[in-house]
């Protein structure tokens, strides 16, 4: 059963440090997307990518998010020095030309 | 500027009975529209896809309907189940071309049916 995996489930760290989170999309699919997920703002997206491109990263700030895809079985997405303001949980998702996205369960981080 | 509303954060009904969800649209022209559910602690499940030329889509008990005219769409469940209970997401593309749609999501509905 073909599934996006996310790692890690959760993550608390302290304010300054660097996350990183990873999500391994589904096989064959070549749209790969973060978003960011919160109470207060439900689902954000942060970035997009296609074939291994980046397309559109204009919801991620750029001077503390960075998002990858460093071959077609990865993507990265990384806060260096991680906020509070950060806290939430972020979700990837891959598809293809079908429409519909395919969800990770999603990585919960706590910034302290 | 761009916004999708879905109707009350949340709604209860009891089993047996037809849930109804809408999610209304401004300043978007999508090509499609997307019916997703989450749960807690995981993440959102495709349920349904309709496009802009498609007025009805079925799947088992859900159905949903497309307006372009008065950009909503609803969302029926018949014969709700307990197991129904959940957030009910709607999606719309930004019109772009090309494969898997950059879609931008509304903020939910949370449905609990009640026994």
């Known amino acids: 059963d073909a599934r996006v995996t996310q790692t890690p489930r959760d993550k608390v760290t302290e304010m300054g440090q660097e996350v990183t989170m990873r999500c391994q999309p589904i096989l064959g699919h070549n749209t790969v997307f973060w978003y960011r997920q919160t109470m207060m703002q439900g689902l954000e997206l942060l970035a997009y990518?296609?074939?291994?491109?980046?397309?559109?990263d204009s919801g991620m700030p750029k001077d503390r998010f960075s998002a990858e895809m460093p071959d077609a079985t990865l993507a990265t997405l990384k806060i260096q020095p991680s906020e509070p303001r950060d806290s939430a949980v972020y979700f990837c998702?891959?598809?293809?030309?079908?429409?519909?996205?395919?969800f990770g369960e999603g990585s919960r981080l706590t910034v302290l | 500027s761009q916004k999708i509303e879905q109707n009350s954060e949340a709604l209860n009904i009891q089993e047996g009975k037809t849930a109804t969800l809408t999610c209304n649209y401004t300043?978007?022209?999508?090509?499609?529209l997307q019916w997703y559910r989450q749960d807690p602690g995981r993440g959102p499940v495709f349920l349904l896809l309709?496009?802009?030329?498609?007025k009805e889509k079925r799947k088992e008990r859900l159905k949903v309907t497309f307006d372009t005219t008065l950009k909503q769409s609803l969302f029926h469940i018949t014969a709700s189940q307990p197991a129904d209970s959940a957030t009910y997401l709607c999606?719309?593309?930004?019109?772009?071309?090309?494969?898997?749609?950059?879609?931008?999501f509304g903020s939910g509905t949370q449905l609990t049916v009640l026994p």
């Open positions: 998702a891959s598809g293809r030309n079908t429409g519909e996205l395919f």
């Open positions: 990518f296609r074939n291994r491109a980046p397309l559109d």
């Open positions: 309709i496009r802009e030329n498609e």
């Open positions: 300043n978007y022209s999508p090509a499609y």
């Open positions: 999606a719309l593309d930004k019109g772009s071309s090309g494969s898997a749609r950059q879609l931008t």
